[in-house]
């Protein structure tokens, strides 16, 4: 039977530029489990229903205007985007309802799953598995990596016209991730090819290799992986907007704790992404109209009338866009012209070297578990989840939703700063565009008062020809567009 399409209209942000990478096996296992009542099995243990397809990624508004692109060259409609149910998120769980590791879940068939899983967390997964396999269960589990690869492709929103011994869907989380791509073993393809044939002829084409961007991408929209994510609650790590759990399938291992989670009390804490700067840097105008709207917010200076039309707390950033700050803010951006005279250049070479340096100590300080110590109040208001990309200042943190303004009561400042180690920082934190407005008082997504995604017809994938990826890629903002100093 082949696989059922969702076909999604509305904005899903700046992507990538184009290119491919290959996830090395250093990196993502591939593991299958396979066998009569494999869909029973993994439906026991996963976080989303097996049984119904998966959710699509929550787009940006219908008509959101693109900052950068003038008026008159904004687009007319919002593009139309595809996602398979072959390919979606999900989490593994223990009995506690914490969680073991995440993974993308590809569907052959009912009896044949592959488990994309990162590196770092295969080995607990597997004896996870293997731990609640019944004795009469007929189903069998084993690592397929050495004959199976994944990659993912990036500055495309269509997946379709996949070549032979292949899958593949945009990344289930949010297209801003890239099209994955899982290669097929050869006893279940017709024309296999491998995977080195795959990335030559990708090099060839307009998607030249790209390695190690991936992990800069992941960190730039938000998203925590593998064992980044072992031990935290399912919400703490926004699994549910990120489409992973399902709230209304049945019982599963470690359902509860998500459940009371979900239904009940005030979630405080969840994973973000963070710019960290010099303490003496002037931040960026879009942070410190987000910390002055939080003071108004807060002292109740805002009609209920004008709350309606308030952006959201903090900035939101596509991947791309954030990638641009992160580019000036570290000196990987240098004019393209000459200096006017050597007391310029000399005043340049001496900037470029000062965010080097700081880059440098980002990385020192920014180990995973390293303390984020408010220097007003010698507070802890977070902790590393993922450490910088080298070159480069942004994290993942488990943040206090008050430290940053997103809880009642709280409130985040242009003028904070924080103490990792034994360094002070500024930080931006920031909204992914996968976020959704968070209800300030519960620090869950608030109620939607209109539907503002429009989801087509499921439909059966077209097997005719190879068609073209479609391509959405907006303007990078020129250097003068952003305030750093």
Not at 69 to 91: G, K, N, S, W, Y
Not at 338 to 349: H, P
Not at 444 to 472: F, L, N, Q
Request: proline residues 7%; negative net charge; aromatic residues 6%.
């Amino acid at each position: 039977m082949p696989p059922s399409i969702t076909t999604v209209t509305g904005n899903f942000g700046r992507l990538w530029g184009r290119g491919h990478e290959i996830l090395e096996p250093h990196y993502r296992r591939i593991l299958s489990v396979a066998g009569t009542g494999a869909t029973s099995f993994l439906q026991n243990l996963v976080t989303s229903d097996l049984r119904s397809a998966p959710n699509p990624p929550r787009p940006e508004k219908k008509g959101t205007i693109r900052p950068g692109i003038p008026r008159h060259m904004q687009p007319e409609t919002d593009p139309d985007v595809q996602f398979t149910d072959q390919l979606r998120a999900t989490c593994f769980l223990d009995n506690k309802g914490r969680i073991v590791t995440d993974s993308l879940l590809w569907k052959l068939n009912e009896e044949q799953y592959y488990v994309e899983v990162s590196n770092d967390t295969v080995h607990e997964l597997l004896e996870h598995m293997k731990l609640f396999k019944m004795r009469r269960t007929k189903v069998e589990i084993t690592d397929r990596t050495e004959d199976m690869a994944a990659a993912v492709i990036y500055g495309t929103l269509n997946s379709q016209g996949t070549p032979d011994g292949f899958l593949a869907g945009l990344d289930p989380r949010h297209p801003s991730l890239g099209m994955r791509v899982l290669q097929l073993p050869g006893d279940q393809s017709p024309r296999h090819i491998t995977v080195q044939q795959f990335s030559d002829a990708l090099a060839k084409s307009t998607f030249p290799s790209m390695p190690g961007n991936y992990e800069l991408v992941r960190r730039l929209a938000g998203v925590a992986e593998g064992s980044e994510l072992k031990g935290l609650v399912a919400l703490e790590s926004n699994q549910e907007h990120l489409n992973a759990v399902s709230f209304d399938k049945g019982c599963y291992l470690g359902q509860e704790l998500t459940a009371r989670v979900h239904h009940t009390g005030v979630l405080r804490k969840r994973i973000m992404p963070l710019m960290l700067l010099d303490p003496h840097t002037d931040v960026p105008s879009p942070w410190r109209v987000a910390a002055n709207l939080q003071e108004g917010r807060e002292r109740s200076k805002f009609t209920p009338e004008e709350l309606q039309y308030l952006p959201t707390r903090l900035p939101r950033l596509s991947v791309l866009t954030a990638g641009n700050l992160v580019a000036i803010a570290t000196g990987s951006i240098e004019p393209s012209t000459d200096a006017v005279d050597e007391k310029a250049a000399m005043e340049l070479k001496v900037a470029l070297e000062r965010s080097r340096q700081r880059v440098k100590e980002i990385e020192e300080d920014c180990t995973a578990g390293a303390k984020l110590v408010d220097t007003a109040t010698d507070k802890t208001i977070g902790k590393i989840i993922s450490p910088p990309v080298k070159g480069t200042n942004v994290v993942l943190a488990l943040m206090r939703l008050e430290a940053v303004g997103l809880l009642e009561g709280g409130q985040w400042s242009h003028t904070n700063k924080i103490r990792i180690g034994d360094r002070e920082y500024r930080y931006l934190p920031y909204l992914p565009l996968w976020w959704p407005e968070l209800d300030a008082t519960t620090g869950k997504a608030a109620e939607e008062t209109e539907d503002d995604i429009e989801v087509t017809e499921v439909v059966e994938s077209s097997e005719s020809g190879i068609r073209m990826p479609r391509i959405e890629i907006e303007r990078i903002p020129a250097e003068e567009d952003v305030t750093v100093r």
